[in-house]
């Protein structure tokens, strides 16, 4: 009799710290309460937003719904938090999705929300300001030069000797607004010192102006072939190789701009191109949505603005890196960003939704957090919108039955055994339960 009672009082303590268990978890969960967009105003806007539970948080924005890669924190565990979010155009509309974390780091994720800065206001006049200016090449007879400013602005741009002064300044109007400028002078005297002034102008009227010095070669150099050195990578065995992308390094002796021509076919060069958008003497161009392990043919086409001098290189080649960690087909993985992927084949599908995510019948603790170089090896695949088709690599069975599956192609494949299961690297806690109305083809055994 005595022993019946312990046995009742041993489940009635496992059931009544069960319940208290799985009520502390439904206590934890972060809920919000409020989100708002406040002061839009001088390129910022503030976000604020409420938790029901003490949480620090991530802000994660950007002007494209597929890529929030701008981000700011709220890092102080509080139930009302307020970040400033900088760097705003005007007339764009910016998406922006709230992380919250609390103490015991769990997280939860607010839906993509939207404002816009169509009618963003300027409290105060705000002079444009010169983030960066530099001569990239100056000859006997012409000068190229970059600058960039901190907002669009166009520009009217004066130069003049010592003898002529800056009363007989002669100028050039570059009438397009843009942040990253560029111009180029021709025509001047050897050996000479040019005074340059830059007025930059922004949409609203303010400017701000910057000066600057060149100094003339005295030697003709009006005939020097364009020349293409240093050309990196050679060979499969380099620095600038990755899996799905190529770094292209080399050197021209004048300014130029250039542009890759490449394929996987020697002497085509058809499939893409990508072009330079400023003179250089140091160029750098990557090379990207690569396949691992491929070897590309590659040739350099450049063209100097100043001396109106044009040259291809020789047909080159490389081979990318292979993959550096292969993982399974229907793998969730996550980087150090907020995006959960899903993994098939050689790209990442990105799941737009915690509703997505959770109407495959995914666990939160399936996921699986990876470096970024790793994550970056895998190509950006279509996202996943809708819950209508399960993916490959996904495990399933039907409700009726004790067999598991492996969905391949349209097809789900049955493991021959437990053994093979295993073998293959599965895990049991990991297979879906599916209705026995979804119908598949059955393919061979795994």
């Known amino acids: 009799m005595k022993s019946w009672r312990n046995n009742i009082v041993f ?37 604020r937003w409420v938790t029901d539970s003490k949480t620090k948080g991530v802000v994660y924005f950007s002007d494209s719904i597929e890529d929030l890669n701008r981000q700011t924190g709220y890092s102080i565990y509080g139930l009302t938090h307020e970040v400033v979010l900088t760097g705003l155009a005007k007339k764009k509309t910016y998406y922006f999705k709230i992380v919250a974390i609390d103490q015991a780091q769990i997280q939860k994720e607010a839906f993509v929300q939207s404002f816009s800065t169509k009618n963003m206001e300027r409290t105060e006049l705000v002079k444009p300001i010169f983030l960066e200016q530099k001569v990239v090449q100056t000859t006997s007879n ?9 907002e669009m602005t166009n ?16 100028k050039i109007i570059v009438r397009n607004f843009y942040v990253n400028h560029e111009a180029s002078v021709r025509r001047l005297k050897a050996s000479e010192r040019y ?29 020097l072939s364009l020349k293409i050195q240093n050309i990196k990578p050679l060979s499969f065995d380099n620095d ?23 394929d996987v076919v020697p002497g ?3 499939k893409k191109s990508v072009v330079s958008t400023f003179n250089s003497i140091n160029h750098q161009i990557i090379l990207s949505d690569l396949e691992p392990n491929t070897t590309y043919y590659y040739r350099i086409i450049t063209s100097s603005n100043l001396h109106r001098k044009k040259l291809n290189s020789r047909g080159m080649s490389f081979t990318t890196a292979p993959l550096s960690s ?4 229907g793998t969730l993985v996550k980087g150090s960003d907020y995006k959960v992927y899903v993994i098939s084949g050689n790209e990442k599908l990105w799941i737009k939704t915690a509703e997505i995510f959770s109407g495959f019948g995914y666990k939160w603790d399936w996921i699986m957090q990876v470096d970024d170089a790793i994550l970056r090896e895998y190509k ?66 795994l």
């Open 195 to 223: 005074y340059f002034r830059i007025d930059a102008k922004d949409k609203s009227g303010n400017m701000s102006s910057k000066y600057f010095t060149i100094n003339t070669h005295n030697y003709n150099d009006k005939d």
């Open 380 to 445: 950006e695949g279509k996202s996943i919108t809708t819950t209508k088709k399960y993916l490959d690599g996904t495990l399933v069975k039907y409700s009726n039955s004790g067999a598991v599956y492996l969905i391949e192609a349209g097809k789900i494949r049955p493991f021959s055994s437990a053994e093979a299961f295993l073998r293959e690297g599965y895990n049991w806690n990991k297979v879906i339960t599916i209705s026995t109305r979804i119908r598949y083809k059955i393919g061979s055994y």
């Open 11 to 47: 489940v009635l303590m496992i059931l009544i710290s069960t319940f208290f268990a799985t009520q502390a978890i439904a206590d934890s969960e972060i809920h919000f309460k409020s989100i708002e967009v406040l002061n839009i105003e001088d390129g910022k806007a503030t976000i």
């Open 326 to 329: 292969k993982l399974k087909s």
């Open 240 to 262: 600038n190789l990755f899996t799905r992308r190529a770094i292209i390094e080399f050197k021209t002796n004048l300014a130029t701009k250039v542009y890759i021509q490449y």
């Open 142 to 150: 012409a000068t190229v030069f970059f600058w960039k400013t901190n």
């Open 268 to 270: 085509k060069y058809k």
């Open 155 to 170: 520009a009217v741009i004066s130069y003049w000797t010592e003898a002529q002064g800056a009363s007989k300044a002669k």
